[in-house]
T-cell receptor, first 113, second 112 residues
Framework: KNEVEQSPQNLTAQEGEFITINCSYS?????LHWLQQHPGGGIVSLFM???GKKKHGRLIATINIQEKHSSLHITASHPRDSAVYIC???????????????FGKGTHLIIQP | GAGVSQSPRYKVAKRGQDVALRCDPI?????LFWYQQALGQGPEFLTY????????KSGLPSDRFFAERPEGSVSTLKIQRTQQEDSAVYLC??????????FGPGTRLTVL
């Protein structure tokens, strides 16, 4: 079973700061997801990536397959970015065909004005 | 609707009751997943369907948990004889095969 570790577990920053959240996983994957969850809210998919880098607005996700590591960056952070950010790995060896994800515990991000 | 919907959004059950949680996936999405998220934790995989076939149920915590998707669209997760440790948010997600997963709002189950 894949082990997915995230760091930091909690992060408080000032508005405008550059934010980095890290994710490492233990076995090969076919894809890695970054998800956002607001308190009491549902989960929104931010990125799905299997190599390189993706950018959407102020969000950037990178992955290094060899090092089994991914990062999520937020530029010019804003209080509305406050949420839990979760990385989730889809194993490359899916056995019976399941695409189920293995999730990290999440990073609680608070951006203060 | 454009997204994944789940009902009910909140469910309170007495210990020992049976509950049924419904998921309506995005139209055309072949893959459907159920996840369980305990308070303060990341979600954990329960089971996966491709169309009506349940291809993986390795994450179901006990034989009290049962999921079905008889027509390859709507899915129901049933929990029999609920126990307090079943209290969690139950998330449903759907996708095209191998594609990005889209999540529903979840059902928050509280077992008293």
């Amino acid at each position: 079973k894949n082990e997915v570790e995230q760091s930091p577990q909690n992060l408080t920053a000032q508005e405008g700061e550059f934010i980095t959240i890290n994710c490492s996983y233990s076995v090969g994957i076919s894809a890695l997801h970054w998800l956002q969850q607001h308190p009491g809210g549902g989960i929104v998919s931010l990125f799905m990536l299997s190599s390189g880098k993706k950018k959407h607005g102020r969000l950037i996700a990178t992955i290094n397959i060899q090092e089994k590591h991914s990062s999520l960056h937020i530029t010019a952070s804003h209080p509305r970015d406050s949420a839990v950010y979760i990385c989730a790995a889809r194993n490359s060896d899916s056995g019976g065909g399941a695409d189920g994800l293995t999730f990290g515990k999440g990073t609680h991000l608070i951006i203060q004005p | 609707g454009a997204g994944v919907s789940q009902s009910p959004r909140y469910k309170v059950a007495k210990r020992g009751q049976d509950v049924a949680l419904r998921c309506d996936p995005i139209s055309g999405h072949v893959s459907l997943f159920w996840y369980q998220q305990a308070l303060g934790q990341g979600p954990e995989f329960l089971t996966y369907f491709q169309n009506e076939a349940q291809l993986d149920k390795s994450g179901l915590p006990s034989d009290r948990f049962f999921a079905e998707r008889p027509e390859g669209s709507v899915s129901t997760l049933k929990i029999q004889r609920t126990q307090q440790e079943d209290s969690a948010v139950y998330l449903c997600a759907s996708s095209l095969v191998g594609g990005e997963q889209f999540f529903g709002p979840g059902t928050r189950l509280t077992v008293l």
